[in-house]
């Protein structure tokens, strides 16, 4: 995958640079210290993801994110730990807060490589999903699956996608998050923020900030808050 950086700190760039150059599956192509001399490069080259900061002068980097291309992912890296409910506002990859931890950061490489490689399979699929009493049949990678709604975990949103975590497997589909909402049992998948929906069956624990599902960490956006809250204690 083809990354660049964009990040006003000279010292930021470099460690990410480090970062990157170590692992196989990314090449690096240019850093700039601004979203504006960034803009001007993406206009004649093709990348595939870009490692952004969102505290810079003029434009930041939520902003600069609104307006790139549909099939550059983005992994936010900032100080500033109180944006990452406004990355999901712009699907972005990950959100990594400095100073980057080295395993964190593969981790986030590896999520953006598996998503651009699902992204590229998926490109022609974009049938309705059927739905029945107890499934969904969604086209994924040329083939429709039929998915149980008690095997799915969540579902989560990107671009003008939307990826079905279930039990067993991930599979991604042309849809938006909105439209496939609709689709599924009410109250039974509840929406927790801009890009994920949570199956309620399959929650282990929440706070109020966020909701634990095995292994995965989702957090729950202000505007979804007192819904999803009153909807889950009610059905406890």
Request: charge should be negative; hydrophobic fraction near 45%.
């Amino acid at each position: 995958m083809k990354c660049i950086i964009i990040d006003d700190e000279p010292i930021a760039r470099r460690g990410i640079q480090k970062l990157v150059t170590n692992i196989s599956s990314l090449q690096f192509s240019e850093s700039f210290e601004n979203a504006s001399a960034a803009a001007s490069f993406l206009e004649t080259n093709d990348i595939d993801l870009i490692f952004l900061d969102i505290q810079m002068p003029g434009l930041n980097g939520i902003e600069f994110a609104k307006q790139i291309r549909k099939n550059t992912l983005i992994i936010f890296t900032t100080a500033y730990a109180e944006y990452a409910l406004d990355s999901y506002d712009v699907d972005a990859i990950d959100y990594l807060v400095k100073p980057i931890n080295r395993v964190r950061f593969q981790k986030a490489v590896d999520k953006a490589v598996s998503y651009h490689s699902m992204l590229r399979k998926t490109e022609s699929d974009g049938d309705v999903p059927h739905i029945q009493a107890d499934f969904i049949l969604i086209k994924s990678d040329r083939r429709f699956f039929k998915i149980d709604f008690a095997d799915i975990l969540f579902i989560e949103g990107l671009k003008d996608y939307v990826i079905v975590q279930t039990e067993s497997q991930r599979l991604i589909t042309h849809m938006n998050l909105k439209t496939i909402h609709k689709l599924l049992p009410a109250g039974h998948f509840l929406r927790v923020n801009r890009s994920y929906i949570v199956n309620a069956i399959h929650i282990n624990s929440f706070t109020n900030n966020d909701v634990f599902i095995r292994e995965y960490e989702i957090p729950i956006g202000n505007f979804y808050r007192d819904s999803f809250l009153n909807i889950l204690m009610g059905k406890m």
